[in-house]
């Protein structure tokens, strides 16, 4: 990776679950237990067919909140608070992640198919409160989530971001087709790449990616 490959980057964007913390963590796997959970008790289902619709909907909508939202007119605060009320017990701080962010230049912010309070929480139990000038979540995309280009518009136009001075370091491969299309840089944070032109970059190690940019 050439040194002056982020020479242009003012602005840093990055997801938060297993971007901001590494995916050994399970933490989603926490809160897919709780997702299942109020499917179950939302829609009068069992667990079996609240798994297959959890499922269903993430892979159709982008999440599963969009797709209780549009079938079933469910309120998304009451979902997004109990879903992310779980247990932060398996993160711990990184100094190394925090010094490595602290150093790029410009703004960091948060984008998180998340909420930001749960945002928030993660980013104090890994030690890197203080280093984002912004943080949004779902709440902030009037509860539309990534992939949808509408979700990063409304975002990235509360935000005033310019995208052509801007990337974005993700875990989902697909949520980073909408930033490559409005011209910002993409890193696939993911233990496997996964292919497709609107990736420019593949790391395992978002710490070691940094430190590479930072030097």
Do not use: C
């Not at 667990?47 to 797709?67: E, I, S």
């Not at 790029?104 to 912010?109: E, H, K, Q």
């Amino acid at each position: 990776m050439p040194k002056n490959t982020f020479s242009h980057v003012d602005t840093w964007v990055f997801d938060l679950d297993n971007t901001l913390y590494p995916p050994s963590a399970r933490l989603f796997d926490l809160i897919e237990v709780r997702m299942t959970a109020w499917v179950m008790q939302a829609l009068g289902v069992d667990q079996t067919r609240a798994d297959y619709l959890r499922k269903h909907y993430w892979h159709t909508y982008g999440t599963t909140l969009a797709g209780l939202m549009r079938e079933h007119s469910v309120d998304p605060a009451p979902y997004l608070h109990d879903v992310h009320d779980i247990s932060l017990v398996a993160l711990t701080p990184d100094p190394v992640l925090a010094d490595r962010i602290r150093a790029l230049p410009g703004r960091r912010i948060i984008y998180t198919n998340g909420t930001a309070p749960y945002a928030e929480r993660v980013i104090k139990a890994r030690g890197l409160e203080g280093l984002f000038d912004a943080i949004y979540g779902v709440e902030h995309a009037d509860f539309l989530p990534k992939p949808e280009r509408a979700a990063f518009d409304k975002v990235f136009t509360k935000d005033r971001l310019d995208t052509t001075k801007a990337v974005m370091f993700e875990d989902d491969a697909r949520n980073l087709e909408a930033p490559h299309a409005m011209g910002m840089g993409t890193v696939h944070v993911a233990p496997t790449a996964e292919g497709g032109d609107h990736i420019h970059f593949h790391t395992p190690d978002l710490s070691h990616f940094l430190g590479r940019i930072t030097g």
